[in-house]
């Protein structure tokens, strides 16, 4: 793809209120400047297991994608999550940090010990 085209994409998903995108394997976030209800309990439920079925992008998807060939491919995982400061990579991390501690069956507050590091740019699971 363009970037012309990517950008467009991006443009016109703002407009319809959709701040997730899906570009191959890469998912893109524009902040949508407002308060929004993403992360609730029924939607961890409905993206988890969702085996085929086409759901609109989200970061659960990236997140349960990762688990899963982590677990059932035996295969290591890293999740990428940049952005420009202010945009909300930490609590994009606590999101992850959470939805992976809720299907492996972890201890709950996990996500909570996240803050920035020296290198807040990564998370490994094994």
Same mark, same amino acid.
């Given at each position: ?58 970061? *659960? ?9 982590? !677990?059932? @491919? +035996?295969?290591?995982?890293? $999740? ?18 959470? *939805? ?9 507050? !996990?996500? @909570? +010990?996240?803050?920035?590091? $020296? ?8």
């Amino acid at each position: 793809m363009e970037e012309p085209a990517i950008i467009h994409l991006l443009q016109s998903r703002f407009l319809r209120d959709e701040i997730w995108t899906s570009v191959g394997d890469i998912l893109i976030a524009i902040n949508p400047f407002k308060r929004t209800n993403h992360f609730t309990p029924t939607e961890s439920k409905m993206y988890r297991g969702r085996g085929t079925e086409q759901l609109p992008p989200h970061p *659960y998807i990236v997140i349960d994608d990762a688990y899963n060939d982590m !677990v059932n @491919k +035996k295969l290591d995982q890293s $999740i990428l999550i940049s952005g420009e400061s202010g945009a909300g990579k930490t609590y994009t991390v606590r999101v992850c940090m959470a *939805y992976v501690s809720e299907i492996a069956g972890s201890p709950l507050g !996990v996500e @909570k +010990k996240v803050c920035w590091c $020296i290198r807040p740019f990564a998370v490994c699971c094994r």
